[in-house]
Structure formats: structure tokens, C-alpha cells
């Protein structure tokens, strides 16, 4: 099974895989309103419209797929990224008019109070790491970890994969391939973010 960059025509389905994996996330239940009617349409908007922000930065997007189809995904940000103005200005308009200004308040607040958390030295990001429900347990996302650890290890300007998670069942997951809990804090009422590294 290769691990290959996602082409950008297939970013609507990496969308859509995103969406169903992380439909029961704690942080983007919160993000994109639950509660009201139209979650899925709102997250799997998010989603594409920070996927669409990865690819006009060339910033990788690596996938699995299997009969056809992206059955695994990551997306990651490279040591030293500075996102290009109007990419920014794209994703939050794009944002705004599909999610809706309470999501684009509550993903700008919590970009601002995770920011303070990222090191000093320069790391790779692990954004976002997705397998579709009816292809879990076989693997597939420590494939995915062990590529991106790879990529770290073998380029010079990095020190290390930093990512924050809301899912408290991958705390443990994380841990057991090498990362360490840096730091916690509440995103919302009973929704908290770990912050960890792996060096």
C-alpha cells in the first residue's frame, strides 16, 4: 500500500473522507454547531476550505487509496510556512459564507490560542490525520504517522511533528508512537485541547 501526495483534483472527496472521520471530534462538533441543522455540511465545508488553503500553499497532502478511492489521509504544514495573504483572505471568506461567521469566530480563537502553544524551533505540523470509518484497525494511520515521521527525521530544518488534538481516545495512540503531552487547556465547556511533540 503506497502512501502518495493527493492530487488536486480528488481534494472534494479528501474533504468528504475528513468529514466522516471527524464528524464525532469534540473540537469540530464545537467548531461547526452540532447542536443546529447542517453539521455535516458545515464540517465537510471546513474541511475543503482548509484543504483548498494546504494546496494553494504547497503544503502536503498525502493519502491512501485503495479501489480508487482515499481510504487515509494527512495533511500537514512544513517547517517555517508563511501562508500566502490572499490564501488567508480566501479561507476566510470562503469560511464565513459556507460554515458561517460562529465558526469562523471559534476556528480564528482557537488558531489564536494554540498558536502560543507551537515551539520555538522549527517543526513539522501535523494538521489533520483521517482514516475512514470501514477502514480502521488495519493500519492505516500509523502508516500515514510513520511516513510524516520520516519526512521530519530526514530534513535538516526540522525538530520535531507538533499537533493538537480534541479527541482525548488519541491521546494514548499518540503517546505509544513517541509523542509527549506538552500542554492542555479548554477549547470550550468540556472540550479540551492536548498539545503534544514528538522530537
Not at 464540517?43 to 487509496?65: D, R
Not at 478511492?69 to 488567508?88: E, I, R
Request: aromatic residues 12%; hydrophobic residues 40%.
Amino acid at each position: 500500500m503506497n502512501i502518495e501526495p493527493i492530487p488536486d483534483a480528488m481534494i472534494g472527496q479528501v474533504a468528504t473522507l475528513f468529514q466522516r472521520s471527524f464528524a464525532d471530534d469534540p473540537g469540530m462538533r464545537y467548531i461547526c454547531q452540532y447542536e443546529q441543522k447542517g453539521y455535516e455540511k458545515r464540517l465537510s465545508a471546513w474541511f475543503l476550505a482548509l484543504l483548498q488553503m494546504q494546496v494553494v500553499n504547497q503544503q502536503p497532502i498525502l493519502g491512501i487509496c485503495e479501489a480508487g478511492d482515499y481510504v487515509a489521509c494527512a495533511t500537514l504544514t512544513l517547517p517555517q510556512t508563511k501562508l500566502k495573504t490572499m490564501s488567508l483572505i480566501k479561507w476566510v471568506v470562503t469560511v464565513l459564507f459556507q460554515v458561517g461567521f460562529i465558526g469562523l469566530w471559534r476556528t480564528m480563537g482557537h488558531v489564536g490560542r494554540i498558536s502560543r502553544y507551537q515551539p520555538k524551533t522549527r517543526h513539522y505540523r501535523l494538521e489533520f490525520i483521517a482514516v475512514h470509518p470501514n477502514y480502521q484497525g488495519k493500519g492505516y494511520g500509523r502508516m500515514l504517522l510513520d511516513k510524516i515521521h520520516q519526512m521530519s527525521e530526514t530534513d535538516a530544518h526540522s525538530q520535531g511533528v507538533w499537533l493538537e488534538t480534541t479527541n482525548p481516545v488519541n491521546v494514548g495512540l499518540y503517546e505509544h508512537v513517541g509523542y509527549v503531552v506538552e500542554n492542555r487547556f479548554m477549547m470550550a465547556d468540556e472540550v479540551e485541547a492536548v498539545i503534544m511533540f514528538r522530537k
